[in-house]
């Protein structure tokens, strides 16, 4: 295991060396003029020159990518003119519209994106896995079918569409649910949770749906192999072979297929978080594109880059601790 560990965190680092290389060269060597992206389009020749020598963008590029590296973990001095601002690592670099820190604005924006993910995810990991097993225990039966056929429609259907549903629904035709008006989890825990449960309902029904299908297919193929069909040979009742024996190992490629979807939910929902209007760093990146704001896109790409990573990372760890075969191959 100690190994398997090691390999699997070298790995992650790796993986976010290259992610961070790749991501500079597209958004900050492939665009052309910076410059003029930074201080928009009716600054002067003079103005552009200016600020190219204060984003110190005459350099060579290696420098520049070192100056980034150079931010990331120590922290990097940018001049404004009339004087010098320190941004403190993990420094991701300044806005060009607001001139604040990229790392304290994605900060400011992660709690309501990390409080979306985690909440769908509960829901909608108890919902396809809980699916998928209903379907297994049902199989060839009338219930199998239905739940196939509405995992299918909710794999079909885009999260805009069940979410304005859900609105004309449950808000505005029952008004059962409030529509959401985030509030922090530190101000009022109630009401924090009231508000999110529409857009946590609108993501686990469409996200549970290929956890279900997994969780089915995987639980089926666990059940063919030769130990399950000896501990049936053993009289082992169904109840304990499928929740005691064949759940652990089948688990597995859920908990991978989990690990993405979190990592990437963290990254920002954007569909989501603009149609209940969530202030999280998916409706952040929206507007960073909209003003080609670079220093706030390469910052939340790695941002999201890193938590896949990480996510894949506890996944393997999780996967290992289910299924030992994991730590051979």
Aim: proline share 5%; with cysteine.
């Amino acid at each position: 295991m100690k190994w398997f560990l090691l390999r699997r965190l070298g790995g992650a680092v790796l993986v976010l060396f290259v992610l961070s290389v790749v991501v500079y060269a597209v958004f900050y060597v492939a665009p052309g003029n910076v410059a003029q992206i930074a201080c928009g389009p009716r600054c002067s020749p003079a103005q552009v020159a200016q600020v190219s020598e204060q984003l110190n963008l005459g350099d060579p590029l290696y420098v520049q990518y070192a100056h980034f590296l150079q931010g990331l973990f120590a922290g990097r001095d940018y001049s404004t003119g009339t004087g010098v601002l320190h941004c403190q690592a993990p420094c991701l670099g300044l806005s060009y519209q607001s001139d604040q820190q990229v790392t304290e604005l994605i900060l400011a924006k992660l709690p309501a994106t990390a409080s979306l993910a985690l909440g769908a995810f509960v829901l909608w990991m108890l919902l396809g896995v809980g699916t998928g097993l209903l379907s297994v225990w049902r199989r060839g039966r009338p219930t199998e079918r239905i739940l196939t056929w509405i995992t299918l429609a909710g794999m079909a259907t885009p999260v805009f569409v069940i979410g304005l549903l859900l609105i004309i629904i449950l808000v505005t035709a029952l008004q059962i649910l409030p529509f959401p008006d985030y509030v922090p989890l530190t101000e009022d825990p109630e009401q924090w949770a009231w508000n999110l449960l529409l857009p946590w309902i609108s993501l686990a029904l469409v996200s549970a749906a290929p956890y279900a299908r997994m969780t089915r297919a995987s639980m089926l193929e666990t059940l063919a192999e030769d130990h399950v069909r000896t501990f049936r040979a053993y009289g082992v009742g169904e109840r304990a072979l499928v929740g005691r024996h064949a759940l652990r190992g089948a688990l597995a490629p859920v908990i991978a297929l989990g690990a993405l979807d979190i990592g990437s939910m963290f990254g920002g929902a954007v569909l989501t978080e603009s149609l209940f209007g969530i202030p999280g760093v998916g409706r952040e990146l929206v507007d960073a594109v909209k003003h080609v704001d670079l220093p706030v896109v390469v910052g939340l790409v790695l941002v999201t880059g890193f938590f896949v990573v990480l996510a894949n990372a506890v996944a393997d760890i999780l996967q290992a601790m289910a299924d030992r075969r994991v730590v051979l191959a």
